[in-house]
C-alpha cells in the first residue's frame, strides 16, 4: 500500500505562485504514473496533470501553461508548479498514483489507485 502526503497549500494571491509537493511511501514510486487532481467545494472532482514513469505528462486544458508537474523517482517525489494562479483555482489538491502501459505511442491510464489526504490552495481576488 502507498502512502501519499501532500504539502505546500496555503494562501496566495491572484497572479501569484505555489509549488505543491508529494511524498510517497516505498520503493514502488517509479512503477506508478502520478498525478495531481483538486476538488472545489461544490464541484467535480477534476484532473490537474499527471505524469508517467518515463516523464509523459498531461494538463487539464484550464492549467495548461501555467501548471507545471514533475518527479523525482529517487526521492519518491512529486511537485506541481503553479503560475499565474486565479481564483478558479483555488481547491484541495490531492496527490494520486494510477497504473498506466503504453500503446501505439500514447498512454492508456486505468485509474487512481492511491489518494492522499489533500492540501488546501485558497486564491484571493
Known amino acids: 500500500q502507498v502512502q501519499l502526503v501532500e504539502s505546500g497549500g496555503g494562501l496566495v494571491q491572484a497572479g501569484g505562485s505555489l509549488t505543491l509537493s508529494c511524498a510517497a511511501s516505498g520503493s514502488i514510486f517509479s512503477r506508478y504514473t502520478m498525478g495531481w487532481y483538486r476538488q472545489a467545494p461544490g464541484k467535480q472532482r477534476e484532473l490537474v496533470a499527471r505524469i508517467t514513469s518515463g516523464g509523459n505528462s498531461n494538463y487539464a486544458d484550464s492549467v495548461k501553461g501555467r501548471f507545471t508537474i514533475s518527479r523525482d523517482n529517487a526521492k519518491n517525489t512529486v511537485n506541481l508548479q503553479m503560475n499565474s494562479l486565479k481564483p478558479e483555482d483555488t481547491a484541495v489538491y490531492y496527490c494520486?498514483?494510477?497504473?498506466?502501459?503504453?500503446?501505439?505511442?500514447?498512454?492508456?491510464?486505468?485509474?487512481?489507485?492511491?489518494w492522499g489526504k489533500g492540501t488546501l490552495v485558497t486564491v484571493s481576488s
Open positions: 494520486t498514483t494510477e497504473c498506466s502501459e503504453p500503446v501505439a505511442g500514447s498512454i492508456r491510464y486505468y485509474g487512481v489507485d492511491n
